[in-house]
């Protein structure tokens, strides 16, 4: 059993900061890529960012230069620090990550439970 929990979300104004974090805990051998993705009321679920596990990113064009990935492979933790918001970032946050729970067995997809993050005056 593998669980992916997530916290920081929140209230924030317009050109706030947020930093959001997600630790995995369970029955983990290792863990691949890690992700942010985020999902706006009336709106797909969004891809914003990844991380490998060499560190090595990626990022949507909408958030490149104002969000920032990271993970600490010892803690298995991902965060995303979140800087000059603006309401249109508002919606629930949802990190992601490919685990496999043994050696030479294939990763599972799995997803935390969200965290709202409002961006308002």
């Known amino acids: 059993q593998v669980q992916l929990v997530e916290s920081g979300g929140g209230l924030v104004q317009p050109g706030g900061s947020l930093r959001l974090s997600c630790a995995a805990s369970?029955?983990?051998?290792?863990?691949?890529?890690m992700a942010w993705h985020r999902q706006a009321p009336g709106k797909q679920r969004e891809l914003l960012a990844s991380i490998s596990y060499g560190g090595n990113t990626n990022y949507a064009d909408s958030v490149k230069g104002r969000f920032t990935i990271s993970r600490d492979n010892a803690k298995n933790t991902v965060s995303l620090q979140m800087n000059s918001l603006k309401p249109e970032d508002t919606a629930v946050y949802y990190c992601?990550?490919?685990?496999?729970?043994?050696?030479?067995?294939?990763?599972?997809?799995?997803w935390g439970q969200g965290t709202q993050v409002t961006v308002s005056s």
């Open positions: 992601n990550a490919q685990i496999s729970s043994a050696w030479g067995t294939p990763s599972d997809d799995y």
């Open positions: 369970g029955n983990i051998f290792s863990i691949y890529l």
